[in-house]
């Protein structure tokens, strides 16, 4: 197989050497491809310098965008994605190509506890996971995970998709749920970051919100928008149910409780449609 290696990069000079230099110790990459995102500091000479390949955005596009942007470059059969902040191990590469080579399409390093940045990134990876876990049926570890190792053509399908932010993984794995591809995970541990973080708590709690309305469209609206409508419905019938007891009538309130119940199942039936057009293949 032939193993390419993308490393997003946004003024990273103080792990990039370091991380290409353990890179080329693994004798079995073919290719390192460093995507200098806009940096305003030596990332792409001292990534150069190293040996690696370097495709720089004029401008910050995105860590999305420069995965994308790494994705079209490459040339392996196989792409692995890391962070080249330090906070991925090389040394779990071969872990992860070992599963490829079992069959899977994509493989993804599941950080261990005491593996996040901070308690409240951790609590929301979680809940992540678990809506995840819901909505595919399948047991998602980490759903936010960057290190990741992918069947190159079958990663490529769903560049469309790819949002140009920092939710490039949530996009990608559930897209390939949907498509029926095989997906699994590998334990690993994520050191501490070298550098400063480009993740803004505020931008960060409204990228969750976003998040949790991104997996249920991408992979099953239904399954998000039918238990609104149940819980709507169970309302105005308990409300009807009350105001004819008490009353002797249908109140306004009911005929709108009904209302909103009908209109957010056919808004999710639609959506569900919608979502089946994105994954037709052309």
Do not use: C
């Not at 493989?107 to 876990?133: D, E, H, I, P």
């Amino acid at each position: 197989m032939h193993i390419s290696v993308v490393l997003p990069a946004k003024n990273e000079s103080g792990a990039i050497a370091q991380t290409i230099s353990k890179i080329m110790e693994l004798k079995i990459i073919h290719e390192i491809i460093v995507v200098n995102d806009g940096s305003t500091d030596q990332t792409e000479l001292i990534a150069e310098n190293a040996g690696a390949k370097v495709v720089s955005h004029p401008y910050s596009k995105g860590n999305g965008a420069a995965i994308k942007t790494g994705a079209r470059h490459a040339t392996g059969d196989i792409i692995v994605f890391m962070d080249a902040d330090g906070q991925h191990d090389p040394n779990d590469i071969p872990r992860l190509l070992k599963k490829i080579e079992e069959g899977y399409d994509l493989v993804v390093g599941a950080r261990q506890k005491g593996s996040q940045a901070s308690l409240g990134r951790g609590v929301a990876n979680a809940l992540y996971n678990n809506l995840a876990t819901y909505m595919t049926e399948h047991k998602v570890e980490d759903l936010t995970s960057g290190f990741r190792a992918v069947k190159a053509e079958k990663f490529k399908e769903f560049l469309y998709l790819l949002p140009n932010g920092f939710s490039y993984p949530t996009t990608s794995t559930m897209a390939f749920f949907r498509a029926g591809y095989s997906v699994t995970y590998v334990p690993i541990h994520a050191a501490k970051r070298i550098g400063k973080s480009h993740i803004h708590p505020l931008k960060d709690s409204i990228r969750f919100f976003l998040i949790i309305f991104k997996i249920a469209t991408l992979f099953s609206p239904l399954k998000m928008f039918l238990p609104i409508a149940v819980v709507l419905f169970l309302m105005a019938t308990g409300w009807y149910g009350y105001t004819l007891w008490e009353m002797g009538r249908f109140t306004n309130m009911s005929a709108l409780l009904y209302t909103g119940s009908i209109m957010i199942f056919l808004m999710g039936l639609i959506s569900e449609q919608v979502t089946a057009l994105m994954y037709k293949e052309k």
